[in-house]
């Protein structure tokens, strides 16, 4: 076995975690989000620039809101999840830079004075951290049902601003009845992976 | 403890591993990379689009050649490092998808019949598995050093072609001495995230 990684925990992260598309009731606490949080954070980002922001969707008057900005298919279970998450990018990140990079304080000037050059690096690291977010998502013994199938420019003008775009909405909780189709396939390692 | 996960694999994956920048002669094996493939490739895309490519640098001649097209300051450990991948994004993976996700075929076309709507989603989904990628790294015992400092088109005319969009090189072995720097801070909670 080349992995140090224990067998379980390769369950619990891939292996056996799926993306859930029903949930039960057991409510998501923002204990378990400041977990979640305080383990991912320290996933690696380009300059430490850290650009992911999360929105909680709590209330049921925003879950409302959220639920007509999504595609058809995906309102039922945004409706019914214990806790929807909205995933942004922040194209601002460089305000924080000095202090998330202080080795190398004139990376502000120096690599994001430009707004493209900031939204490119934004798309980019805050997807890495989503990736990190859903991973850390099921080290909470949670399903993560993560959703692109929305209005991108109705969530950013309901719940963000023209700083933040939207990356994602996650679905959280424990997963109910049905909760997912059989596992698809996956590539094989000679379709993806090329040697040189 | 809100988290499930094993605190060693919480170590492991997230709290004690490091983006390193020094590395160790110990060869990485492509029995590992199989090992990390193995593990990651479940973890969740869009439409289980999957469009995550990796490019591994064995040869001598292809590393200088990488090297070449690396920022002044990624050289030494691209030069160094037991194990070089480049990561690209296939903006062609709709080719692939009525096998990826054969609970709805109709994907490829409804979804991705323009090219524009093909490179947003892959930019997007294969940055997802470049982080899930970068844990499996961990996963294996092993320090990931993820850069985006090197020329992009010159790395895609090097080493790829138009169809595979560049996302980033990760220099891949065990971490030498000095291998990092101390740990950057990262943003407090109330920082990124919040609740409606």
């Not at 959703?147 to 209005?151: A, E, N, V």
């Not at 719940?159 to 700083?163: A, C, M, P, T």
């Not at 909760?179 to 059989?182: E, G, K, L, S």
């Given at each position: 076995m080349s992995l140090v990684l224990d067998p379980a925990a390769q369950d619990l992260l891939f292996r056996e975690a799926r993306t859930a598309n029903t949930f039960t009731d057991e409510p998501v606490t923002d204990e378990q989000v400041q977990a979640i949080y305080d383990l991912v954070k320290y996933g690696p980002t380009a300059f430490n620039q850290s650009p992911l922001r999360v929105t909680l969707v709590r209330s049921p008057e925003a879950r409302e809101r959220l639920v007509q900005h999504m595609a058809e298919g995906n309102r039922p279970k945004t409706a019914t999840a214990p806790l929807v998450a909205i995933l942004s990018a922040d194209n601002e990140f460089h305000e924080e830079l000095p202090q998330l990079f202080p080795h190398f304080p004139q990376a502000k000037d120096a690599f994001f004075s430009e707004r493209p050059a900031r939204e490119q690096a934004a798309a980019l690291n805050a997807a890495l951290q989503a990736a990190y977010f859903i991973v850390g998502v099921r080290a909470a013994g949670l399903a993560a049902g993560p959703?692109?199938?929305?209005?991108f420019a109705g969530v950013q003008k309901e719940?963000?601003?023209?700083?933040h775009t939207p990356l994602m909405v996650v679905n959280i909780g424990k997963p109910g009845e049905d909760?997912?189709?059989?596992r698809s396939p996956r590539l094989a390692y000679d379709d993806v992976i090329t040697t040189v």
């Open positions: 959703m692109t199938g929305f209005d719940f963000l601003d023209g700083d909760a997912w189709f059989p």
